[in-house]
């Protein structure tokens, strides 16, 4: 769901700031600790490949998806000062304290899940998905902070997300159109010419 608020953000940037403008803005982007973001998406990619071959790391991976998630934390902590990473720090904190009461991994109703392909689904009843995810129940902690909104057609990708997601991917969107578009105060600055 990361990447839907980075599309998004990408395509009405370049709309309203312009294709050249927006390279050269988004070139310009410089982060406190940067290089932690990529380094976490490698290392999540890793751990679902790594968790299918090795019991002894699915085991532990709530734990590790965890300890992922406080790095996260520190990250958008630090960059806190650029707009829109208040919202992206609040909806990722929302998506860890839910993995945190419920053993490191996210909660997935069965409704929302129903809009996703039939072999997940059934991964999700069986309890056999080793991902971070598993399917909600009665026992669940704080289940409205889980993937409880299904997303289907007419939007572009069928997924199920949570409220983190969405705060999150709003924040996302917003900084991205914030650096991409010229800055009104820019624009209010320009001396006016006299006619």
Known sequence: MVYDGIIFGLI???FRGGLRHGLVQ?????????????????FQFLMYDIQERSSTV???????YIAVYV???IFLWLNRHNKGFWLILTGVFLNFLVMLVNGGRMPV????????????????KSGDAVTKHFLLDASTRLPFLGDIIPLSSPYPRTQ????GDVVMNLGIFLYLLNIMTPA???LKSQPKVQG
Do not use: H, T
């Open 12 to 14: 009405v940037g370049f």
């Open 58 to 64: 699915a085991a532990a991976s709530g734990y590790i």
């Open 26 to 42: 988004f070139s310009n982007i410089r982060l406190k600790a940067g290089w932690i973001f990529p380094l976490l998406l490698v």
């Open 184 to 186: 009104a105060v820019d």
């Open 109 to 124: 109703s069965y409704e929302a899940a129903s809009v996703l392909d039939p072999v997940y689904l059934q991964m999700l």
């Open 160 to 163: 199920a997300i949570s409220i």
């Open 71 to 73: 790095v996260g934390l």
